[in-house]
Nanobody, 115 residues
Framework: QVQLVESGGGLVQAGGSLRLSCAAS????????MGWYRQAPGKRRELVAR???????DYADSVKGRFTVSRDNAKNTVDLEMNSLKPEDTAVYYC?????????WGQGTQVTVSS
């Protein structure tokens, strides 16, 4: 089992930036991927960005060029740098750990972008 704790959410104006961080309770080196998902009110949870154990990244089309995901295997953390934020980025952001046969989720952190 692995515990994931997110931090860094908050309220920001459109065009601003936030950095989310996710700390894992154990070594993430062997995990297939670490990622960030988000869920807005009334909508399904969706992938925002993910990074594989080899460093490959995937992004939702809506955040490409604005968000950057990174991982630090030595610190067991995965971060999401969010720039040029838009009101439509408002959601609860969840950290995810893909441990091949198991998926683990953090408790989520709220990001609110005001217009």
């Amino acid at each position: 089992q692995v515990q994931l704790v997110e931090s860094g959410g908050g309220l920001v104006q459109a065009g601003g930036s936030l950095r989310l961080s996710c700390a894992a309770s154990r070594n993430i080196f062997s995990f297939r991927a670490m990622g960030w998902y988000r869920q807005a009110p009334g909508k399904r949870r969706e992938l925002v960005a993910r990074i594989s154990s080899g460093g490959s990244t995937d992004y939702a089309d809506s955040v490409k060029g604005r968000f950057t995901v990174s991982r630090d295997n030595a610190k067991n953390t995965v971060d999401l740098e969010m720039n040029s934020l838009k009101p439509e980025d408002t959601a609860v952001y969840y950290c995810n750990a893909d441990q091949w046969s198991q998926n683990h989720w953090g408790q989520g952190t709220q990001v609110t972008v005001s217009s």
